[in-house]
């Protein structure tokens, strides 16, 4: 009963507000309390069920965000490593390839060359030999003439001298005798 | 009148705002400090819920704020009270943003220091020591009670060792809530009382007008001063709730 009779005089202070030093006046804690159980209770309720997993959520969600790219830059730059490398060995193979091919085009140029010309230098030996051939031939064919005219040319100079015939055997003789 | 304005005790009078409401027979009146505590509220959700409502993935100013405030206290827990104190983030989450933002919007004129109020910081310090007490036996049963008892102390003086491990766990929340209010209170007497000089020295009318700019001048630094207090007191109040959430998930020392 003394407790109700003090909570009204308390109640009075609170309505008309004492003198009293204010954090010491005790008719105020009640109220106090009353309203911060009320208003930290909702704060604390707002915070763990809505607020703080929000944030947290969001701060999940960069950090996995950053790592995810991260992660996927460096396997890009793998990636890019992997196809210079591979671009490197092409690269390396088609010039070896290149000049594999180059040489060898050489050399069959070179012996292609090399056939053409033993070809030719045989044709125009061949070629060679023939006209010596030949003009061997017409040499023995005219020689043969040279003879047959010295011949007649002999006898007629021995009949006109001797007044007979000449002996064809003695001309050939003296013929060949005087052909050094 | 001009007694009132230079009455450095009234900033902290608690003054209903609407007509007495009665629990019973114990007065719940909704006031001037009631109106703060529901502002503080407004302004933490709104930092916190509504600040980080567009889930950015490159965050704005309020959602950087919200995020910045969540990692530091995160950290603080963490560092303090290990991973297992995590589970009271929330808690210590709440209990910082309403007192930071208790001390700050104080100092806004006009307004109130709902921490100011022994009662106020009071009721938080026991809530922390009931959170604690809770906590430790829940999680160690008796076990806990060897917070009490810290292990390689001679048997004949662990009766006084116990006393005074009881004595200072017991002093716990007093220094805890004591702390917050007597820096609240002595900071914002210290403000008015200089805004009372201003007044004073403005009004006498005499040459001494022309020194009021002085405690002037002293009321802006002191107000730099006391942001930092503010500040500070409330990560003191944060941080001493993880050393002691600390205590409840460790009790061995």
Same mark, same amino acid.
């Given at each position: 009963m003394a407790v109700a009779e003090q909570n009204l005089a308390n109640a009075s202070d609170l309505a008309t507000g004492?003198?009293?030093f204010p954090p010491f006046e005790s008719s105020t804690y009640l109220s106090q309390i009353f309203w911060l159980v009320i208003i930290f209770g909702l704060l604390y309720w707002l915070m763990s069920t809505v607020a703080l997993p929000r944030v947290g959520a969001i701060l999940e969600n960069r950090r996995s965000r950053i790592e995810g790219d991260l992660a996927d830059a460096s396997r890009m730059q793998e990636q890019a490593t992997a196809a210079g490398a591979a671009y490197d060995t092409k690269l390396a193979d088609a010039k070896g390839r290149a000049q594999a091919l180059a040489q060898r085009t050489h050399e069959e140029l070179l012996a292609a060359d090399d056939a053409k010309r033993h070809a030719l230098e045989d044709e125009l030996n061949a070629k060679m030999a023939a006209a010596e051939r030949q003009i061997g031939d017409t040499k023995t064919r005219a020689m043969g003439n040279v003879q047959g005219i010295a011949r007649d040319a002999a006898a007629a100079i021995v009949e006109h001298l001797t007044g007979k015939p000449a002996d064809p055997q003695a001309v050939d003789a003296a013929i060949a005798a005087s052909k050094i | 009148m001009a007694e009132q304005a230079i009455?450095?005790? +009234?900033? *902290?009078n608690v003054s209903p705002l609407f007509s007495s409401h009665k629990l019973g027979h114990t007065d719940i009146a909704f006031t001037n400090a009631s109106l703060l505590m529901v502002i503080i509220l407004g302004l933490v959700s709104l930092l916190m819920i509504y600040g980080t409502?567009?889930?950015? !993935? $490159? @965050?704005g100013r309020l959602q950087a704020a919200a995020e910045m405030s969540y990692e530091f206290v995160a950290d603080t827990v963490r560092g303090t #009270? &290990?991973? +297992?104190g995590m589970r009271f983030f929330p808690f210590v989450f709440s209990l910082f943003m309403f007192v930071l933002f208790a001390n700050l919007l104080g100092l !806004?004129? *006009?307004?109130?220091? $709902? %921490?100011?109020?022994i009662v106020v910081t009071f009721a938080l310090a026991a809530l922390v020591m009931l959170v604690v007490i809770g906590y430790g036996l829940f999680r160690? /049963? %008796?076990?806990? !009670? &060897?917070l009490f008892a810290p292990s /390689? $102390? #001679?048997? @004949?003086?662990l009766p006084f060792i116990v006393l005074i491990e009881i004595i200072s766990f017991l002093s716990r929340p007093i220094s805890l809530s004591v702390r917050l209010f007597a820096n609240m209170l002595a900071g914002h007497i210290t403000l008015k009382v200089f805004g009372g000089f201003v007044v004073l020295l403005l009004g006498s &009318?005499? #040459?001494?007008? !022309?020194?009021?700019?002085l405690p002037f001048i002293g009321i802006i630094i002191l107000t730099a001063f006391e942001l930092l207090v503010a500040a500070l007191q409330a990560y003191v109040f944060a941080i001493l709730t993880c050393v002691y959430l600390n205590d409840a998930i460790h009790p061995g020392h």
């Open positions: 004492s003198a009293a | 009455n450095p005790i +009234e900033q *902290f409502s567009r889930r950015s !993935l $490159v @965050p #009270a &290990g991973n +297992e !806004l004129p *006009f307004s109130y220091t $709902v %921490t100011s109020q160690h /049963g %008796t076990h806990f !009670l &060897g /390689g $102390v #001679a048997k @004949p003086i &009318g005499t #040459a001494a007008a !022309l020194i009021a700019p």
